[in-house]
């Protein structure tokens, strides 16, 4: 059984229409990170998902049960962290944890505080007001608030937005500590480094639908690859390949990028021109380029 | 069970917020402190009652009642600071996200609202005790001197609540209580009516705060009847104000949350 199934859903805002077919599944005890710009449509997934608003159309099962129907069940077993840290800052980190304790009706708050605190590296500040705490350390007891209660799935509203890289490192760890545990982790962010580290799935969300969706690995392989071509002296040969292939060259002309698939025709044509190939190199994907020709594909209209 | 034990929780975390809070305490409890010994000792003899210049005493007499309301009013500026907060700091979806009942969520905010109003009110009370107050009351008058403040609290609760949740920011949540301290202030609470001009005098009498000044005044000073006009009329306002802000406070609320 998934984790997480959302089946055609569909959220409009009036005439806006933010999600326009979503279909997704995401597996129990995985990282899953939904990636996509500013206003793409990631909080309002999440709050249909954390049973906080309402899709429009249709359906959306969390362990296996209707959002519809379970709501009460399901907001036992799930946590979120939203996008704002969520924190009471004339509190102290411990009353602030406290007080999500009480609300889940937990038996023994006290260990459970005490446990998740030193796990999360939170022991030293936890009789601190949260107002003197930091960017960082106050996301991180955003986080230790939604681990109170042992609930099976955590959804992570961009966690590490406008934090500093040591910090994010840090909450890189807790998060694949989570995930260690045996938790589900559903993760939003706009950086594609952390969806490359992070994620043992993602998806990308563009234009309110899944564009691209697998293994940080399976992306980067089915994406369109390209080779460097060397040559071992600038020829004025060259010019013979189809400008149309050539994606990118250096300025002496002794080196150029082409799609894998034309790497053949190239070769053939160079080799016809008695130029002395040096060598041919694939060159390794990057996220970004991937994502950059999804939208790029996708504005324009393909 | 579970939901009264959740009530509590949320209860006592804004409570707790509110006295801790400099700003809040100096302005609902503070203020309204020197207000009362300010409208008392500096301009209480010089205001005419009955023709006369008024004793401090006197004056003290008949502007209590007017302050008791005037520390509740204050009070409901910060209901709707803290339910903003509570929406635009994002820890209303985190709420929603866990396994808690709607009305407890808002019902916090309510009850600790109205506790908190009271508990401003009774410190304006001490106070007039201390200055040397006597009320002339009744058990029964007692109890339903109670019972008005907490009506009056609980209405001015209510009115708070679409406002807050409206509000983007919040410094724009609290703009609705000038408008309750402006009605307290154009009223019969701390100048008799007689010397205003002709079209205040008229708004004065018609407007809800001056009923709710006089039945005040009438239960604290052994005066009251449930059919003398002020009754009636407070009556009347504070349920049409309830009916009227429960159904906005719910059409607000419901655009928050999804009942599931
Ligand atoms: N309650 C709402 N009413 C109207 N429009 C809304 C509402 N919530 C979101 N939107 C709109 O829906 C779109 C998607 O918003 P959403 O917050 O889901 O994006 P996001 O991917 O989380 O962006 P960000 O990275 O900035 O957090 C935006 O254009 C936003 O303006
Ligand atoms: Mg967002």
């Keep these: ?7 055609h859903v569909r959220k409009s805002f009036g005439n806006h229409s933010v999600l326009k077919d979503m279909n997704l599944a995401v597996k129990r005890g995985e990282i899953f990170t939904l990636l996509g710009e500013n206003g793409s449509g990631k909080s309002t997934l999440i709050n249909i998902l954390t049973t906080i608003s309402l899709a429009d159309d249709g359906e959306v099962q969390i362990m296996g049960h209707p959002i519809m129907s379970d709501a009460g069940l399901i907001r036992e077993n799930i946590s979120l962290n939203s996008q704002t840290v969520t924190l009471d800052d004339e509190f102290t980190g411990y009353q602030n944890l406290l007080i999500i304790a009480e609300l889940r009706l937990l038996k023994n708050a006290k260990t459970e505080i005490k446990q998740i605190s030193e796990r999360l590296n939170l022991t030293s500040f936890l009789n601190k007001k949260v107002g003197k705490y930091s960017g960082g350390m106050k996301r991180r007891l955003d986080i230790a608030m939604s681990l109170l209660g042992n609930p099976e799935i955590i ?11 040591k910090n994010r490192v ?3 760890n807790i998060i694949k500590e989570i995930r260690d545990s045996g938790k589900t982790v559903f993760l939003t962010t706009q950086y594609l480094d952390e969806a490359d580290k992070l994620s043992d799935h993602m998806g990308f969300l563009n234009d309110g639908k899944i564009v691209l969706y697998g293994t940080p690995d399976e992306i980067k392989k089915n994406a369109r690859r390209f080779v460097q071509i060397n040559v071992d002296s600038p020829n004025v040969n060259l010019v013979n390949l189809p400008e149309e292939m050539i994606i990118s060259k250096n300025n002496k002309g002794t080196s150029f990028v082409v799609d894998e698939r034309n790497t053949d025709i190239c070769i053939k044509i160079l080799v016809n021109e008695n130029v002395s190939i040096h060598s041919v190199v694939p060159q390794e994907n990057s996220l970004e380029e991937v994502f950059f020709n999804v939208t790029k594909i996708d504005s324009e209209g393909n | 069970m579970q939901s009264i034990k959740q009530l509590m929780v949320l209860t006592k975390r804004i409570l707790k917020q509110n006295l801790t809070n400099i700003d809040t305490v100096i302005t609902v409890i503070l203020m309204p402190l020197f207000m009362l010994m300010f409208f008392v000792y500096v301009l209480g003899g010089n205001i005419a009652m009955d ?22 009013a ?5 209901t709707a600071v803290r339910i903003n907060l509570d929406k635009t700091k994002g820890f209303l979806k985190r709420l929603h996200s866990l396994p808690i009942k709607r009305w407890v969520i808002l019902g916090s905010h309510v009850l600790a609202s109205v506790i908190f109003m009271i508990i401003s009110e009774s410190v ?21 001197f109670v019972a008005v403040s907490l009506l009056f609290a609980f209405t001015i609760t209510l009115i708070a609540i679409p406002f807050s949740l409206k509000a983007n920011s919040v410094e724009s949540a609290g703009g609705f209580s000038y408008i309750i301290l402006m009605l307290l202030f154009v009223s019969s609470a701390f100048i008799p009516m007689d010397g ?19 039945i005040t005044r009438d239960l604290l000073n052994n005066n009251f009847s449930f059919t003398s006009s002020n009754s009636l009329q407070s009556f009347v306002w504070l349920i049409g ?6 159904l906005l406070s719910y059409r607000r609320y419901k655009m928050f949350s999804v009942k599931l």
Excluded: C, H
């Design chain 1, 1 to 7: 059984m998934d984790a997480i199934t959302v089946k």
């Design chain 2, 124 to 144: 304006v009370l001490i106070a007039g005790f201390v200055m040397g107050y006597r009320p002339d009351l009744s058990v029964g008058n007692f109890a339903l």
């Design chain 1, 170 to 172: 840090e909450l890189w």
């Design chain 1, 155 to 165: 959804f992570l509203d961009e966690p590490t937005t406008g934090v500093d890289p």
């Design chain 2, 51 to 72: 023709g006369v210049n008024a004793s401090t005493g006197e004056y003290l007499k008949y502007a209590l009642p007017g302050f008791l309301l005037v520390a509740m």
């Design chain 2, 196 to 214: 205003m001009i002709k079209p205040v005098r008229w708004f004065a009498e018609n407007q809800p705060m001056t009923a709710l000044v006089g």
């Design chain 2, 74 to 78: 204050m009070g409901s500026a910060y």
């Design chain 2, 241 to 246: 104000l309830i009916i009227l802000f429960s």
